[in-house]
């Protein structure tokens, strides 16, 4: 996860995007007050924190004018000898206008001597747009002031500045009780879902379950009709009456026209005078699903050209990180200063989300999830997912199947971060790669000129490569017996490594230019890792250390102690009975659970917390819960577990709350700005928008950024979310989540078939 710099000029002011926090860093930093400066004002605050009462985000500075809050006051050091006003700012970003309102801005400044300062409230991107631009004459006593501006144009991303650059001597300015009030739509107000007829926007499959969510206030069925293409009633049927949806406060009604097999585009369900968006039935719509969410990773590869021939002419771009200016490359990395004196060539390896770091931790789930829908493939007998040839990627053709090539690419890269021979904690891998501060948003990885560190080795990066690079060994023995074997010795040694340093954890303080991705519990990563390595090389020393079980919380990349389970029931024939036998009833146990959450609910997510928050990424939480669903349907064939996962991906095919789609490209509505330095064509029109399969993160009722503090407020926990390039928090993308979405693609259009 990552959070964003950039500066540019632009005229009269500057841009200034200041580094936030990432979802590891939160965890430890006191949430950004939602409050108005001046609460009695009848008039809707739009300032974040303008009280200073404890913290300073979300209020940035340049970097020349370094700030902290002082005494409950934002004060900051302004050098001499800046040329222009904008050179020297405090600011704050993603302050929402509306085109023809007028706005107040009211503030107490003092100054350590007698200067002018210049308050400048302004959409800052082009065409730059400036709703009030006023000199204020601070004094070394405090004093109050007040400005008022009607804005031109409606935008989310206005910019509040204060500028003070050009001056001749330094000084330090302090400011407080920051208020900027005006507008006429409340915090959290002015949200339209569209038609009340929730679908999949995409499609269902012919055999498949096909069902709708119709938010209707009746206490009794009310009547629908599927219309096709020409506008025909091809079925009528009345509703069953769900009942209050606890997560988005919705009064819903459930239409099922899962009786309907015929094939066929331009569908549309229309209760009353609503009408869906439009939808197919197709044989097996899942096929391009698969294929788009699987190609998501060769967009996302670090080290190698990503090329017009399997990309696409909008998606190629130059390799990145290999060491041609601007790069400093990932050839030759040194450690962050004082971990340790050696450098390593890192390249390759996936980026990991919005940003160009490359995270152990996450990345070794994300291939783990991949190379276990491979072995899900041979067992089940998926001719289509271990096609060779199924992706648009250099390796396609070469006798071995798309995903596991895929896989390979950040394989070899989780290898590259082990700590060498001869060295202090040699064989523990180093937890994460990325640029010293947080680069622009925009940046493609070829123009990022920011130094990259290696950071300190973690015992939870070690055990994931134990993990992965001991599954790596098995899958590949019939393809590559020498890359199996170096998975393999890479994993035993991480184990060692391990097991002699099983308390190193990565500091949750570690996150500028990254996420921290901090773990201070590896027991879960001690059982995952000798799971993999007990069913590669049936020694029976790693059968003790299996000690972890699935539970309701399911998995993540800080929690993978599921995935123990999910091995060894997936490899039967490689563990003893008993252990077995004990899985094969914890995953349907649990997943029993998560198909009672998903029809317990008025839109069928398979995740519904026990606090009824959604988490940051809680998207990634849907699909990874099908995947638990989907190993109970290849445990027992039992078609209530594959309609379950048909319907997790109608959830996130629009069949929600927002009557949002959130993968890229897939149905009428769908999310395409999500927080990426890669593709952002909201704010670059000649860059492109994710590429088709790209998963949102989705509803985050923590409200976790400036953008939706400012926009969301009093949301319902399933509609905290919004598809905009600066809600890192809701809008991101990232490796794991997609590797769980090709995942559950992958099963669907093999039960598709």
């Known amino acids: 996860m990552f959070r964003r710099t950039r500066f540019r000029r632009t005229g009269w002011g500057a841009v200034f995007l200041a580094p936030a926090l990432t979802v590891a860093t939160l965890a430890a930093t006191p949430v950004i007050p939602v409050t108005s400066a001046h609460a009695a004002d009848a008039a809707y605050e739009r300032v974040l924190n303008g009280t200073f009462d404890s913290v300073k985000t979300p209020w940035w500075s340049s970097g020349n004018t370094p700030s902290t809050v002082d005494l409950g ?95 001749t001597q330094p000084f330090t300015l302090c400011l407080d009780d920051v208020s900027l009030t005006g507008g006429a739509i409340p915090p959290g107000g002015g949200r339209d879902f569209g038609s009340p007829v929730r679908t999949n926007q995409y499609g269902y499959a012919v055999d498949g379950p096909k069902k709708a969510s119709i938010v209707n206030s009746s206490t009794k069925p009310v009547s629908w009709s599927l219309l096709d293409d020409s506008g025909d009633v091809v079925k009528s049927g009345r509703t069953h009456v769900q009942g209050t949806d606890a997560a988005s406060g919705d009064h819903v009604h459930i239409a099922d026209f899962s009786s309907v097999h015929r094939a066929g585009t331009g569908y549309t369900l229309v209760v009353g005078d609503a009408t869906s968006y439009p939808f197919a039935i197709a044989e097996n719509p899942y096929t391009s699903l698969r294929k788009d969410a699987l190609g998501y990773f060769y967009d996302v590869r670090s080290g190698i050209p990503i090329e017009a021939q399997y990309a696409g002419d909008a998606y190629a771009r130059p390799a990145g990180h290999v060491g041609v200016a601007p790069n400093k490359g990932d050839v030759d990395v040194p450690c962050l200063p004082g971990t340790c004196d050696y450098s390593l060539d890192v390249q390759g390896g996936w980026y990991d989300a919005g940003d160009q770091g490359k995270y152990v931790v996450n990345g070794a789930l994300a291939a783990w999830q991949l190379m276990d829908s491979y072995e899900r493939s041979r067992a089940q007998g998926d001719t289509a997912g271990l096609r060779d040839g199924l992706l648009g990627i250099p390796e396609n053709h070469n006798g071995v199947p798309d995903v596991l090539d895929e896989s390979r690419w950040e394989t070899e890269f989780l290898l590259s971060m082990q700590v060498p021979a001869g060295e202090p904690l040699a064989g523990m891998v180093h937890h994460k790669i990325h640029d010293l501060a947080w680069s622009a948003l925009p940046t493609q990885p070829d123009k990022d000129s920011q130094p990259r560190y290696l950071h300190a080795p973690s015992t939870a990066a070690t055990l994931n490569l134990a993990a992965a690079g001991a599954q790596c060994a098995r899958v590949w023995a019939r393809y590559d017996a020498a890359f199996a074997r170096k998975c393999l010795t890479a994993a035993e040694t991480a184990w060692q490594a391990a097991l002699a340093h099983p308390d190193v954890y990565a500091p949750s303080s570690d996150s500028v230019g990254g996420g921290a991705y901090a773990d201070t519990d590896v027991s879960d990563e001690f059982s995952w890792a000798a799971t993999e390595l007990y069913a590669t090389t049936h020694d029976r020393a790693y059968l003790s250390r299996i000690d972890t079980e699935i539970t309701p919380a399911g998995f993540s990349w800080r929690d993978t102690g599921a995935l123990a389970d999910l091995t060894v029931v997936r490899l039967p024939s490689r563990f003893p009975a008993r252990l077995v036998s004990a899985a094969r009833k914890r995953v349907l146990a649990v997943a029993d659970g998560f198909v009672r959450d998903e029809r317990s609910q008025g839109y069928p997510n398979p995740n519904l917390p026990t606090d009824g928050a959604y988490v940051w990424g809680s998207n990634s939480v849907t699909a990874n819960n099908a995947m638990v669903i989907a190993t109970a349907y290849d445990l027992t064939h039992r078609d209530s577990y594959s309609s379950a996962v048909l319907e997790s991906l109608d959830y996130l095919l629009g069949r929600n709350a927002l ?82 979405l090709a995942w559950v693609a992958t099963f669907a259009a093999d039960a598709a078939r």
């Open 73 to 167: 006051r934002l004060c900051a050091d302004v050098p001499a000898g800046t040329v222009n006003v904008w050179d020297s700012m405090i600011g704050q970003n993603d302050i929402p206008l509306e085109a023809g309102q007028p706005y107040t801005l009211r503030f107490t400044a003092s100054a350590t001597r007698d200067v002018s300062i210049h308050a400048v409230l302004q959409v800052p991107t082009a065409p730059v747009t400036t709703t009030l631009n006023k000199t204020a004459a601070v004094t070394t006593a405090p004093k109050a002031f007040q400005f008022t501006g009607t804005s031109m144009t409606a935008n989310l991303h206005a910019q509040l500045s204060f500028q003070q650059g050009g001056a």
């Open 659 to 740: 009557n949002q789609s959130f993968v890229t490209g897939y149905g009428t509505q769908y999310s395409h700005n999500q927080h990426n330095r890669i593709w952002a064509h909201q704010i670059d029109p000649k860059l492109p928008s994710p590429p088709p399969g790209s998963l949102a993160g989705g509803p985050d009722s923590a409200l976790q950024d400036p953008v939706v503090q400012q926009n969301l407020v009093g949301c319902a926990p399933a509609t905290c979310y919004i598809d905009d390039i600066y809600s890192y928090s809701t809008n991101e993308i990232a490796i794991n989540w997609n590797s769980a």
